[in-house]
């Protein structure tokens, strides 16, 4: 039955479908549909193959009825080939049966042998206790084969009617559709990874010492450019990190989400702070000075004469 799986794999591969693929729109579980194209068809019941293979070969552009046929035949082929085998080792372990009985009363002629020598005994009567005792072993070994016989024999033709039973019942299939759902709610009972709590917003606060222009960049947008006096106090929210930057001569001091990080700022210098939930970077430059403007002389500026 391995010709099937083979042939189902060419199909799907032909068409460039990949397992998941099947499984997301068929519902048929992911190692279910390895174990089809393996040529392994002893994972669930006859019903559930069937319809699995039946799904699967259409969905890759293949017959399913024809391959579920087909592989009800070869089903039951190698099932009565297998019947075939049992009945014929049967025989051969009854022969061999026989064989061990018809060894067994070889034992009393060995003990008539061994009486007709005549051997003087200490012992009154125990020739007789011997022989006695030498006949109960015989029979009960014989009766032991005889009934070990018995019982292999019955228990064969117990084996035989359970496997005729089987063979002959008819299984009643189960419809596709009563299949997919079936699958469709195992999936859905199964129980989805826990979503991870939202992360908090940043806080920051800020205490100005004296007047400070101030550029605010949050998470990369928001721009707001605004000159704060000595004294006054404003907070902002982030997702992820601040960007300020500070005027010359600026000082101001910041606290994120209750942790005071300290005062910013440096006489006759620019600051530029990046703040993050577990960071802090800053840098400081000294601006340029404004260029001077080139004096003109007064000898090259044209005068205009008034008009009479």
């Known amino acids: 039955m391995k010709d099937i799986g083979a042939e189902i794999q060419q199909a799907r591969l032909a068409r460039g479908i990949h397992l998941e693929e099947i499984a997301h729109h068929t519902h048929i579980q992911l190692f279910h549909l390895q174990k089809i194209e393996n040529g392994q068809f ?4 006859r019903p559930y193959v069937v319809a699995f293979i039946k799904t699967f070969a259409q969905y890759v ?6 391959l579920a046929n087909r592989w009800r ?6 099932a009565l080939k297998l019947r075939q085998q049992m009945q014929e080792a049967a025989p051969k372990e009854n022969n061999g049966r026989q064989s061990i009985a018809a060894r067994a009363p070889l034992k009393p002629k060995a003990l008539a042998a061994a009486n007709a020598v005549s051997i003087p005994l200490a012992i009154p009567y125990l020739k007789e206790i011997l022989i006695g ?25 117990n084996n035989g009617a359970q496997s005729a039973k089987v063979n002959d ?17 195992l999936t859905e009972s199964k129980p989805e990874s826990p979503t991870p709590p939202p992360t908090p917003e940043l806080t920051l606060q800020a205490q100005f010492e004296n007047q400070t222009r101030l ?17 006054e106090a404003k907070s902002w929210q982030a997702k992820e990190k601040f960007n300020l930057r500070l005027s010359a001569g600026g000082s101001v001091t910041l606290t994120l989400a209750g942790k005071n990080l300290g005062t910013f700022g440096q006489p006759g210098k620019i600051g530029y702070l990046t703040i993050t939930r577990d960071r802090v970077e800053d840098r400081w430059m000294t601006p340029k000075p404004p260029r001077p403007r080139s004096a003109v002389p007064l000898d090259s500026v044209p005068i205009r004469k008034p008009q009479q």
């Open 61 to 66: 552009g293949l017959n399913g009825e024809a």
């Open 42 to 45: 002893d994972f669930l019941p």
């Open 169 to 185: 019942q008819q299984i009643e299939e189960i419809p596709f559709e009563q299949v997919s759902q079936q699958a469709q709610k």
């Open 73 to 78: 035949e070869q089903e039951q082929s190698e």
């Open 133 to 157: 005792f030498g006949m109960i072993l015989v029979m009960a070994a014989l009766v032991f084969i005889m009934s070990r016989r018995d019982g292999g024999t019955q228990a064969e033709t």
């Open 215 to 231: 550029r605010m960049v949050r998470d990369g947008q928001d721009t707001t450019i605004t000159t704060f006096r000595s004294g």
